[in-house]
């Protein structure tokens, strides 16, 4: 009775306070926690949703080296066609001369396999070429372009068929996953180095 001896005068001098404290009382309070009909969520208007969305493919970026093998030859260009032409925008690139040690730590989770200080010595043999491609999946894409690991088992018209001298020599890498293309990129790029 207290509070409300104190209350009832300043609600006729501030009708709009009185309502504005049942309004945040009733919407997070005890009245809005028991009717909770009262915050039923309003879905935004079907112009806003995007109708393609479950048919769209997402853009992604891809870390790719364009090998010694292929820098020494001079085919940076020809290999960067191929990347165009199937569609892979190039946002990021630069020629790069690696220490063995920098390609150990790149090559990492390979260390156990028996080629890998012949694929480190290689790798630091010559300038390479380290770049990001983006585009529409563009992870699965770059692997199609690539082609197989070993040039004797890729496709017709890809980069690895074309110009791979051998299966440790084969011109490009390309990352597998989302999540080692983000690892790669970050290895050899600063944030604002990618210009989509
Ligand atoms: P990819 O580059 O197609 O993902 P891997 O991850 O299996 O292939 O191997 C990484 C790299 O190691 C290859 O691109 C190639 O340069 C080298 N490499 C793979 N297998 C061999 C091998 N048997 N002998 C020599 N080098 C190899
Ligand atoms: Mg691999």
Redesign the pocket.
Known sequence: RLLLGFLRPLGSRFPWAAGLALGVWGGTGPVGKAFPIAHTHVSPPAKFTCPKRSTHMAIQRTFSIIKPDATKRNLTGAINAKFEAAGLRIVAQKRIHLTKAQAGVFYEV?KERP?YD??CEFMASEPIVVQVLEGEDAIAKNSEVMGA?NPAEADEGTIRKEFALS??E?SV?GS?APETAAVEIAYFFAGLELVG
């Open positions: 390979h080629f012949e694929l690991t299966i440790g084969n890498h597998d």
